[in-house]
Every structure is written in C-alpha cells, then in structure tokens.
C-alpha cells in the first residue's frame, strides 16, 4: 500500500470529517512526555536560566512534544493503518473515526507547522526541527520505512526522543553548540532509549509479524528481545555514571547508579514473563531512566563553563 491510499472501513463511509477527540487519540498526548523532558535536560544541562528566557521554554516544550511528536505520531498511524487494522481496529484510522485521507492531511499539516514553530528558535532550532520531521517521516514512510528494522527503526525513535531534544534545548537556550560534555550525555541517552522503543514493539507483535515488521520481539522472540531491550539501556547508563563520576559529579553518579541497580531489579522481574511483564517495565524501568536524565543534566550544570 502506498504512502497516500486509504482504508476505507464502513464507518468511514458514512463520515467525511474526524471527530475532533478522535484527532487527539491520533496525537497521543502521552508519547509527548519524553522529548519535552529531554528539552527540558537539555536546558538545565546548559546552565540557563528558564526564567529569564520563559518564551523559548514555552514554546520548545510545545514543539517538541504536541506539534513534532504528534505529527510523527499521526504519521505513524497514517503509515501503520494496515498493521493497525490488526493489532488494534478501534484505533482512530482503521476504525473509520478519522475517515479517508484526513490521517495523512493532518500528518502533512502538522509537519508545516513544526516548520514555522521552529523558525522562531533560531538557527539551532530550526534545524532540529528539520531533522526532527525528517525522521519522523523516514521511520514511518515507504520507501524508507526504517521501523521495518528491529536496529535502525528503534535506533532512530530512540536520539529523535532523547539526543535531538536535549540538543536543542541546550543549543537554543545558550544561542550556540553545546559543549562536548552534553553533546556526548545526550547522544549516550538517545542510544538507550533503543531499549526503551523495543520494548514498547511487543504490543504489536502479531501485527508485525503479519506485515513484515522485523522488530526485534519478532526476530529475536520475547525472551531474547526483552534481554536485549534491558541491557541497551543500561549500558549507556553505566557509561553516564563512569563519565560523571569521572569529572567529579560523584553524588549525581551515586544517585544514577542506584537508578541502575533499580533497573536491573525491574529487568529481572520483567524476565519471568517477558511478553506479559514489557509493559510493566515499559513504566517501571522507564521512570529511573528517564530520572537518571534529569539527574544527569544538573550534574552537566553542575560542572560550570561549559
């Protein structure tokens, strides 16, 4: 199927505009939480004050969550509705609720949007936000498609949620490149995240079995996938902390390192039953990961001069 056909349900038939809850389900809302948090890192790791340049907090935050992380995710769908119509019909394109091409239209329109909302932050911004609706597209869209790839479809989600996010959000707030120091906590962080989007791949692996998707709970089986997922975020983690640690942010590396061994307890538990238990350490795992973040991020403050 191509990138502009359409499914065409019976409820679709009898509707020829979304229904306007139906268009934020299509945005999910929750997805937004990560590249807002990494902007947020990103500027704290900067040493910026948010206070004296609250417009550009305010509307990175809006850009990286609700306008580029909603429109990759209405991209998704648009290009997933096969796969969707398998694994969960009730979702708003294959169940008709957002009918005919209105899937791809608001995709198309909230990419033009990111576009004008990223002009406003400059020259760093703007060009983060190329790269940011860029792979948005690559990772959904034929011919490329890179989600079909259980390495490079993860691989790129994983620095577009964590690594891009944290770099604009220091390049913006200090008007220039961050330094070495950030670029390299970000980048480190942005591989983890791998784990992070296979784990969330389990909830479609029937479907991406059925379409060709080589997802790694597909290529690998629960178990091993799982495994894998587990030790791809915690080995940039332990980097951090031997980094940190390394330039004297001892009480930050203390502190991810304990989020580790946390983590490390929730993999165990998620290994009984990989395929039941992916979820649970989707959210269990997740929230010490995503607050190693943070705690990186004051440890880069910490540092000073950079």
């Known amino acids: ?54 417009g550009l907090v305010l509307l990175g935050m809006v850009l990286a969550g609700p306008i580029v992380c909603g429109m990759s995710q209405a991209a998704n769908d648009w290009c997933d509705r096969e796969v969707d119509a398998i694994n969960e019909p009730g979702r708003p394109i294959p169940s008709g609720r957002i009918p005919g091409r209105w899937g791809l239209w608001i995709a198309l ?42 390495v490079a479809g993860p691989g790129l989600v994983g620095l577009s949620y964590e690594t891009l996010p944290w770099f604009t959000g220091a390049a913006v707030l200090s008007a220039g490149a961050p330094a070495p120091e950030i670029v390299t906590i970000a980048l480190l962080y942005g591989v983890g995240a791998h784990g992070i989007m296979t784990l969330n791949d389990f909830k479609a692996l029937e479907g991406d079995r059925a379409t060709g998707v080589n997802s790694l709970p597909v290529t690998l089986g629960p178990a091993r996938a799982a495994k894998a997922a587990a030790w791809v975020m915690i080995l940039p983690q332990i980097a951090v902390f031997t980094l940190l640690a390394g330039w004297g942010q001892g009480w930050h590396a203390a502190a991810i390192a304990g989020l580790i061994l946390g983590q490390l307890w929730a993999a165990r538990v998620m290994m009984r039953d990989p395929a039941a238990k992916a979820p649970w350490f989707n959210a269990t795992g997740v929230a010490m990961y995503v607050s190693g973040m943070m705690i990186a991020a004051f440890a880069l403050r910490g540092l000073g001069g950079l």
């Open 1 to 54: 199927m191509s990138v502009t056909d359409s499914i065409q349900p019976p409820a679709a038939a009898r509707r020829s505009l979304p229904e306007p809850r139906a268009v934020l389900t299509l945005l999910k809302p929750v997805t937004w939480f990560p590249p807002i948090w990494a902007y947020l890192c990103g500027i704290v790791s900067v040493g910026a004050d948010p206070f004296g340049a609250w």
């Open 109 to 150: 329109a909230m990419s033009g949007l990111a576009l004008v909302v990223g002009w406003q932050l400059g020259p760093w911004g703007f060009g983060a936000t190329i790269l940011g609706v860029l792979a948005a597209w690559a990772y959904s869209a034929e011919p490329v498609r890179l989600k079909r790839s259980g």
